[in-house]
């Protein structure tokens, strides 16, 4: 098993439309959680990171965690073109420790 | 302007050179990281630094080297042993030490892009 597993995709979104991505882990004692945007041929940048169990929003993009499940989403609300990329999700053992990435979520939004 | 800069942007090796990726960054951040990114794939740790003259092998280290002399510099060296290099290259660093989960936020530089002739 995986520690960070994501579906690869694509996943195709109109535009407008909600775009709903997951990311389970294994650690049960994972504390820290990270959203990644890449577009092709770029380096990733950081979206949000959030580490409570329930809604973290941020413009248009709102995290969701549940520890007690092990995984945590991204919403892309009206989705854009522009939002068309792969996202990765990281997460952190323990404060200070090193991140460990998921294969990402290629998304597509289609006009 | 503080940032991440990484050279070059495309790096070419022939089969059993030894080449080296520069990695600088001007944002007083203590660790270092060096991933790589194969196409359609997720990022993998190849070596990390929290302290200067201290680092440590990440997930896939093999045919790799490191230094860290200087707080704000983190070459690596993709050497001969390294069977099949090409692939991008991802330099990041952050904060450590903190009590807080934003000290954990890693910032990527731009990458290198090297291929194998």
């Known amino acids: 098993q995986k520690e960070v597993e994501q579906n690869s995709g694509p996943l195709s979104v109109p535009e407008g439309a909600i775009a709903s991505l997951n990311c389970t882990y294994s650690d049960r004692g994972s504390q820290s959680f990270f959203w990644y945007r890449q577009y092709s041929g770029k380096s990733p940048e950081l979206i949000m990171f959030?580490?409570?169990?329930g809604d973290k929003e941020d413009g248009r993009f709102t995290a969701q965690l549940n520890k007690a499940s092990q995984y945590v989403s991204l919403l892309i609300r009206d989705s854009q073109p522009s939002d068309s990329a792969t996202y990765l999700c990281?997460?952190?053992?323990?404060?200070?420790?090193?991140?460990?990435f998921g294969g990402g979520t290629r998304v597509l939004v289609k006009p | 302007d503080g940032g991440i800069t990484q050279s070059p942007k495309y790096l070419f090796r022939k089969e059993g050179q030894n080449v080296t990726l520069s990695c600088e960054q001007n944002l007083n951040h203590d660790a270092m990281y060096w991933y790589r990114q194969d196409p359609g794939q997720g990022l993998r740790l190849i070596y990390y630094?929290?302290?200067?003259?201290?680092?440590q092998k990440g997930d896939i280290a093999e045919g790799y080297s490191v230094s860290r002399e200087k707080k704000e510099s983190f070459p690596l060296t993709v050497t001969s042993a390294q069977k099949n290099p090409t692939a991008f290259y991802l330099c990041a660093s952050s904060f450590t030490g903190g009590t807080t989960i934003s000290t954990d936020t890693q910032y990527f530089g731009p990458g290198t892009r090297l291929t194998v002739l």
């Open positions: 990281a997460v952190v053992r323990a404060a200070g420790n090193k991140l460990t």
């Open positions: 959030i580490y409570s169990n």
């Open positions: 630094s929290q302290i200067v003259n201290d680092f």
